[in-house]
């Protein structure tokens, strides 16, 4: 079956899908209809997601680390992409698992692809047998030399700075039961939120650097504030650097110096 996209509102996203009511048979009988990992097992692969994104030591190994753990915790995953597309800024993208990196990277080069529409589009995207679906004819040679099947892609939302998805490319049709997609949005949408706190920290930090870069060139130069800080923005774009950077250099220059 390939199936359109499918549109997921907040309140159904992430582990609050995990419950759901039990469904009755003809006679009217309640049967056990909890399916996907037991509650415990999915809440060890969310502390572990935790973990490993807090403790990275940039944004992007965080990013590497949260395809590493997605790939390894949906059974069947061959390999896991994460892109990201900043407001007028170039595509971010991490992968985990070898096969299938000619996929990704033809559906780039097309701007097409399960991947790519999820993040468009901010709905969950499924595909039973990429290699026969008829909305990416251009990627089903590779999709079958590469043995995927089904796909799973979910969009990734990071607060104020970019939007994306996490594609999930397995090696069997038939594949995406309820407890595959159940923990495949889990991570995801756990991974938004924790993203979201190291972009954050990121901001946080840079902005306490520049503020301090600022204060040396004021000290240096005898000016205000404003033309310290177009001092700055004109020494990065100058020398292609991003402001920070050109912060960090001013600063560690300027405790050299001091000590």
Same mark, same amino acid.
């Given at each position: 079956?390939? *199936? ?62 949260? $395809? ?77 030399? *590469? ?13 104020? $700075? ?56 004021? $000290? ?7 033309? *310290? ?17 050109? $912060? ?12």
């Amino acid at each position: 079956m390939s *199936a359109p996209n499918r549109r997921i509102s907040s309140p159904l996203r992430g582990p609050a899908r995990l419950l759901r009511r039990p469904a009755r048979t003809r006679s009217g009988a309640r049967s056990v209809a909890l399916s996907g990992p037991h509650a415990v097992e999915l809440a060890g692969l969310l502390h572990e997601l935790s973990v490993r994104l807090l403790g990275a030591e940039s944004f992007a190994a965080a990013l590497e680390r949260l $395809a590493a753990l997605a790939a390894g915790a949906v059974p069947g995953t061959v390999r896991c992409s994460v892109t990201l597309i900043g407001e007028g800024g170039p595509l971010t993208c991490t992968a985990h698992g070898a096969g299938g990196e000619r996929l990704d990277k033809l559906a780039y080069e097309l701007s097409t692809g399960p991947g790519l529409d999820a993040a468009r589009t901010r709905a969950l995207t499924t595909v039973e047998d990429l290699s026969t679906d008829e909305r990416w004819p251009q990627l089903a040679g590779p999709a079958r030399e *590469a043995g995927i099947h089904a796909v799973v892609a979910i969009p990734l939302d990071v607060p104020r $700075a970019e939007v994306g998805g996490v594609c999930l490319y397995l090696d069997r049709t038939g594949a995406l039961a309820p407890d595959l997609l159940i923990t495949a949005m889990a991570l995801v949408n756990h991974a938004e939120v924790l993203l979201g706190e190291l972009r954050r920290r990121d901001q946080t930090s840079t902005d306490a650097t520049v503020d301090r870069a600022v204060g040396v060139i004021i $000290a240096q130069r005898g000016c205000g504030v404003r033309e *310290a800080y177009d001092v700055l923005g004109e020494t990065a774009q100058r020398l292609g650097l991003d402001r920070r950077a050109v $912060a960090e250099r001013l600063v560690a220059a300027a405790a050299a110096r001091n000590s």
